[in-house]
């Protein structure tokens, strides 16, 4: 049987596995489901259609799955779906999706999100992501597997950013971030590439110079943006990593590509 402290309030229409354990004075509404091993310590809220996959442990006054902060939510039945392994720290909130969003906020496996870190609406959130103290996520963001997002950082509405990328401590980033990219500042500005991240992700030499030698072509001040991608394009057409950038460059929709600051106009 789970593991529930006497002044928990688990409604009992929530779905437990039978090792979850329940600290004093959480709350756990009726559709929620926990999987295995899911520890919750003091004053935790989980409520809406949220699911917590196996072995995530949330720290006290942490608060999941409360209805969104959009004026056109009216009360759909969205959901918020987060995955295993992740640890949840303290004053933690994370919103479920809404109706024009897609219906799901999701986390990925095995991230970290520290205090009071904010995951909004419609979010979709890769694999092994660390959010630092107090870094946010306006609506609809789509974060890549491993990247890393400095505290007090804050991420505008639509934007995407890539795999392994790092944003810096207080950045305000506004426009996507590529791939493997460094942003800094508020507006944040491509600052080059996080070497340290893709060693930490165990990257050849010859990987992490390729795509040293392709982000200097891309952003160099010569020609138009459009004609240095297409030329970094047919150079690395068989360098996945490389291609990678290009791809998430070329797919760009909602927002503008974050630019090193020399080349904010794109040419």
Same mark, same amino acid.
């Given at each position: ?145 491993? =990247?890393? %997002?400095? &505290? $007090?950082?804050? !991420?505008?509405?639509?934007? @995407? ?5 790092? #944003?810096?401590? *207080? ?16 507006? =944040?500005? %491509?600052? &080059? $590439?996080?070497? !340290?991240?893709?060693?930490? @992700? ?5 990987? #992490?110079?390729? *795509? ?56």
């Amino acid at each position: 049987m789970a593991d529930l402290h006497p002044t928990a309030q688990v409604d009992p229409r929530a779905e437990l596995a039978d090792d979850v354990q329940i600290g004093p004075f959480c709350v756990v509404g009726p559709q929620v489901r926990l999987g295995r091993g899911v520890r919750l310590a003091s004053h935790v809220v989980v409520t809406g259609r949220t699911t917590l996959g196996d072995h995530c442990r949330v720290f006290s006054f942490a608060c999941l799955g409360h209805q969104p902060q959009d004026l056109k939510y009216q009360g759909e039945e969205t959901a918020l779906a987060i995955g295993r392994n992740n640890q949840i720290r303290e004053h933690v909130t994370m919103h479920p999706g809404t109706a024009n969003g897609g219906g799901v906020t999701r986390i990925g496996d095995d991230g970290l999100f520290m205090a009071a870190i904010h995951v909004a609406h419609d979010c979709q959130v890769g694999n092994g992501v660390i959010m630092a103290n107090n870094a946010t996520l306006g609506g609809h963001v789509l974060v890549e597997d491993f =990247a890393f %997002l400095g &505290g $007090l950082s804050a !991420v505008h509405q639509f934007v @995407r950013i890539g795999r392994s990328a790092m #944003i810096g401590g *207080l950045a305000g980033v506004e426009n996507d971030v590529i791939p493997y990219g460094m942003v800094l500042g508020n507006r =944040a500005h %491509l600052n &080059g $590439l996080n070497i !340290v991240g893709m060693r930490r @992700r165990g990257l050849e030499k010859e990987e #992490i110079q390729e *795509l040293r030698t392709a982000y200097r072509l891309l952003f160099a001040p010569e020609g138009t943006f459009a004609e240095r991608l297409e030329e970094v394009a047919a150079k690395y057409a068989e360098r996945p990593l490389v291609m990678e950038i290009v791809e998430f460059v070329r797919s760009a929709n909602n927002r503008a590509i974050c630019l090193p600051r020399q080349n904010r106009n794109g040419g």
